[in-house]
Each structure stands twice: as C-alpha cells, then as structure tokens.
C-alpha cells in the first residue's frame, strides 16, 4: 500500500512534500526528520498521514489534495539545502497534464505526478511563473510536426528558484533566481506548467532583480525566437527600416525592443488602439493599424521607403504585400503562418530579396547560449521588458489556451501563475 509521509525541516523556510513509496502492509508509526535541529519540532507538532485535519491547519488550502495531504510544495525564497542535495525521484508535484490531445478541456491539474528526476547536465527548478506560447495550443491539439508520448505537461517556459543541480553545472546554484528560456529538438526537458521544472543547463540563465518572476517567464519563446529573426538569421544592422507585423504581442514587443536597441528604424503594427499604445512604449518609431484599409500603402508613403527586414507572424495573410514593400537585399523573416499563400516571386528577383523560415526549436546549443547571453544582458542594461498582459491561475490553464488563440487585440505575454513568490 502507498505510505504518505509528510517531511519538513526546521529553519528559515519550511519545505513539505509528500513521499509516495510503494511497500507491502506497512503503516508508518512515526514521520521522519530530514535533520536533527528539527527534532524537538518534529516530537510537538507532529504530523501523521491518517489524520489530514493536522495538514489543514499547518499548510494553505491550495497545497493540499483533496485528501487533505500536502502536495509538493516549497516556501517562497531559496530552497533548503537538505532539499537541494537529497534525492527527489519519489516525490510528487501538482502539474498540468495533457492525456489525450484536444481541446482546451483535455487539459488536467493533477496534484501527483513525479517529480522529475535530474541529470548530470541539468537544472530542477521550483516554478513561480510558466509562460504560455501559441505553440503549446498547436501540440496539445496534435497539429504540431514533433509530438510528445502522452500524457505530458505542456511548457516550455518559466522563471523561479534553482531546487537542484547535476554535477556538472557550474555556473549556477542552489536559491539562485532564474528562467528557463524554452525548448529545443536537442533538449530533455520537462514541461513547465508545474511545480517543478527539469532543464538541461544549456536552456537555464540568471533573472536580474529588476524583472519579476512574471517577467521572466515571458522571455524564453518570445525574445529568443525575436532575437534569432532579427540577429541570427537577418542579420539585421544599425540604421535598416524594420517592419514587426503584430508587434503588440509577446514575439512583437520582443522584436521592437531588441530592434530599437540594435540603433534600427522600427515600424510596428498592431490592430487595436490599445496594442499600438504597447507597440509606442516599448521603442517603436512608427505605428500602423494593420486593420485600416491600404495600411501597407500608408506605411510605405509615410516612409518614403520600403523596409530591409521584415518580421512576419501571419504569413499566410501578409506574404503577398509584404514581398511589394521591400527594398534592395531585404529579409522577409517567417516566424508564424496558420496556412497556404501564394505570392509573385518577381518582387524578390528586382531586389535580390529573401524569404527566410525561423525556428527556435531546431537552434543548436552555441546558437542558444549567444542568445540567452544577449538577453541577460539587455536585462542588466534595462531595455528588455516583456511586457504582461494577464495572469491566470493553473486552474484556469484551459481558459489561457482559448484566450491565447482567439483574443483578439494582443498586448503582451499570458502567463501561468504557478506558485506565490
């Protein structure tokens, strides 16, 4: 039969976590210390897993299952150190879990699912904030070229405290606050709507202080796939005219900042006056309604110039202007498209123009560790500042899946609030 024991450990900050192991007719008569400072703790305030009414009144409602016994949960602040040594391959966690791609209602929290384990090149990390990304809607619907085994916890980014290392990562340590950037085809990691998040070191950088956890888990998708469009693959130099279509959402306000600081003349569109308000305040020189007839036009006469590079989310609607407004050697970078699209291909022979696919998922490590060290550093420098739009709780984890997909009038990054810092 499964023993539930209830572990904690007196200092600073408490930890509590329920240990599932499986054994023959067993029944605890006395819960363990993880120290012996706590004895004296442990013999007064005792707590037994026949008697739930004791959870009750020594941990908050929402780390408790509806048996009454504590789910994996961690104080806010640095995890102790008898935590981050100890073995954590039985431990369980509240996580959301996908059994059956569909809809939004196959999404499930459930508050029993293993901790994962850590690997000799990766990072536990204890989830305050999991980001939310179009793509995670694409894979839960099976509509995606690389599926995961069922079932599976979506996500792929977050920000938190360091719980664990592998033996072999040396630039972080236990407490220290970081985010992880996202996912890769050369990557093991975990999903991050949960408690705890496994990541190879590789996805792992330090969160300044002047971002808040929220922040944090709004840059792995959004400013590294920005980030690659504009330097990686456009190769995009001081002084070029930059158009970001859609410019109001998570992507596009990534693009706009990490543009403007590059010394780029940066356009943006969005499609709401709220959007483009967003679109103005993070460094935008001019702003279009993408939804205004002829806005293509507009821009172009407003400029007096075609642009060099463009950022393109809705190719399948876009491609076609896009490709009549581009200057001599201009880049057409494709980061989204829902469909087919049909263009004339002499507006890019006049030119010598490209258009380019991206892809943050098939970046190689070296690839990841020059973005994530660009990024780190436009956080110290304070021109990266993701921008959130709203917060949602786990429970309301099918609500962000429809909200991400059919809002209209983006303003920023969604995230998942899985913890209280």
């Avoid at 100890?86 to 196959?106: C, E, I, S, Y």
């Avoid at 508050?111 to 990766?122: A, I, L």
């Avoid at 309604?289 to 590079?309: A, I, Q």
Wanted: charged share 15%; net charge positive; proline share 6%.
């Amino acid at each position: 039969m499964a023993i539930k024991r209830a572990l904690f450990s007196c200092s600073s900050s408490v930890l509590a976590v329920r240990l599932s192991r499986h054994s023959a007719n067993l029944i605890p008569r006395h819960p363990r210390h993880l120290t012996s400072s706590s004895r004296h703790l442990l013999l007064s305030r005792m707590l037994s897993p026949l008697m739930p009414h004791l959870h009750q009144q020594m941990f908050p409602p929402q780390y408790l299952d509806s048996n009454g016994y504590p789910i994996a949960y961690a104080h806010p602040g640095p995890p102790l150190a008898s935590m981050s040594s100890m073995t954590l391959n039985n431990l369980t966690m509240k996580a959301v879990r996908v059994h059956r791609f569909g809809g939004p209602d196959v999404l499930q929290v459930d508050t029993n699912v293993p901790v994962p384990e850590v690997g000799d090149d990766q990072v536990l990390v204890r989830v305050i904030y999991a980001g939310v990304n179009p793509v995670e809607t694409y894979i839960r619907e099976g509509q995606y070229s690389r599926l995961p085994e069922l079932p599976y916890t979506p996500g792929s980014d977050a920000a938190g405290y360091v719980q664990q290392l592998g033996r072999n990562v040396t630039t972080l340590k236990v407490g220290d606050r970081v985010f992880v950037s996202g996912n890769s085809s050369n990557s093991s990691n975990s999903g991050s709507y949960s408690q705890y998040v496994v990541s190879d070191g590789t996805y792992v950088f330090p969160l300044h202080p002047r971002l808040s956890f929220a922040q944090g888990a709004s840059l792995g998708v959004p400013f590294f796939t920005a980030y690659k469009a504009l330097i990686l693959r456009a190769e995009t130099k001081p002084g070029e005219t930059v158009l970001i279509h859609g410019a109001s959402g998570a992507v596009g306000t990534a693009a706009v900042q990490i543009a403007r600081a590059l010394g780029a003349i940066v356009v943006g569109t969005a499609g709401t006056k709220e959007g483009m308000d967003v679109v103005s305040k993070c460094g935008a020189h001019h702003v279009f309604n993408h939804n205004h007839k002829s806005y293509d036009k507009k821009m172009v006469e407003h400029l007096g110039t075609g642009f060099d590079v463009i950022i393109e989310h809705l190719a399948n609607i876009n491609l076609g202007h896009d490709v009549q407004m581009l200057n001599e050697k201009a880049r057409v970078m494709i980061v989204g498209c829902r469909g087919a699209v049909n263009i004339n291909p002499r507006h890019l022979m006049g030119p010598e123009a490209s258009v380019r696919g991206v892809a943050l998922g098939s970046s190689t490590p070296p690839e990841w560790a020059q973005m994530g060290a660009a990024i780190v550093a436009g956080i110290e420098a304070g021109w990266v500042s993701p921008v959130i739009n709203k917060e949602y709780t786990m429970d309301q984890v099918a609500q962000v899946h429809h909200d991400i997909v059919h809002s209209k009038g983006a303003k920023g990054k969604l995230v998942l609030r899985v913890a209280d810092d």
